[in-house]
T-cell receptor
Framework: GESVGLHLPTLSVQEGDNSIINCAYS??????FIWYKQESGKGPQFIID?????DKRQGQRVTVLLNKTVKHLSLQIAATQPGDSAVYFC????????????FGTGTRLQVTL | DTAVSQTPKYLVTQMGNDKSIKCEQN?????MYWYKQDSKKFLKIMFS???????INETVPNRFSPKSPDKAHLNLHINSLELGDSAVYFC????????????FGQGTRLTVV
């Protein structure tokens, strides 16, 4: 099937710094994208989403950027906190299909004090 | 109230056994899913049900049989368990349409020995 991302990289940032997590997707037909956060021992939790007719969307301390030309998503976390430590996944789907989300392999974010 | 709940949280069993994982959602969603997360954190969809009907089966061995008695429940039965079935299994639910995010349960860590 389609794959999103290749490895599980680790990003280490200091508390208070901004974090940028990147994701490459391969299905150019995908038109809806979601970022999930997965803390240890828990299920993935919705953070923010974006549709393909947008290139930027902001939430509370988080911003998602979408570049359809190069099939790239990024998640920016402002003023990273220890509670942000988790594995972050991007996911893609095509609106109108059977709601099938294809996940990337994730990025582990480690926040150091 | 837990939105998507699955039981048990941990399951340790011997090869060759048959086991079931139960899932219930109280969000009123039409669509429910089973995802498998391997040791490298890769999340892959296994099944998707919409209003009790199977709509996605991602080439999962037929030892895995989902059952949906009603749209709020999607259970996963696994026959003749193998070592390679060891993983974390996540149940999720989502609204209709391809633009609704999936809400995940806490996961069931299955260990086959």
């Amino acid at each position: 099937g389609e794959s999103v991302g290749l490895h599980l990289p680790t990003l280490s940032v200091q508390e208070g710094d901004n974090s940028i997590i990147n994701c490459a997707y391969s299905n150019s037909a995908s038109d809806y994208f979601i970022w999930y956060k997965q803390e240890s021992g828990k299920g993935p939790q919705f953070i923010i989403d974006i549709r393909s007719n947008m290139d930027k969307r902001q939430g509370q301390r988080v911003t998602v950027l979408l570049n359809k030309t190069v099939k790239h998503l990024s998640l920016q976390i402002a003023a990273t906190q220890p509670g942000d430590s988790a594995v972050y996944f991007c996911a893609e789907t095509l609106t109108g299909t059977a709601s099938k989300l294809t996940f990337g392999t994730g990025t582990r974010l480690q926040v150091t004090l | 109230d837990t939105a998507v709940s699955q039981t048990p949280k941990y399951l340790v069993t011997q090869m060759g056994n048959d086991k079931s994982i139960k899932c219930e959602q109280n969000l009123g969603h039409d669509t429910m899913y089973w995802y498998k997360q391997d040791s490298k954190k890769f999340l892959k969809i296994m099944f998707s049900y919409n209003n009790k009907e199977l709509i996605i089966n991602e080439t999962v061995p037929n030892r895995f049989s989902p059952k949906s008695p009603d749209k709020a429940h999607l259970n996963l039965h696994i026959n003749s368990l193998e070592l390679g079935d060891s993983a974390v299994y996540f149940c999720a639910s989502g609204g209709t349409g391809g633009d609704a995010e999936a809400f995940f349960g806490q996961g069931t860590r299955l260990t086959v020995v």
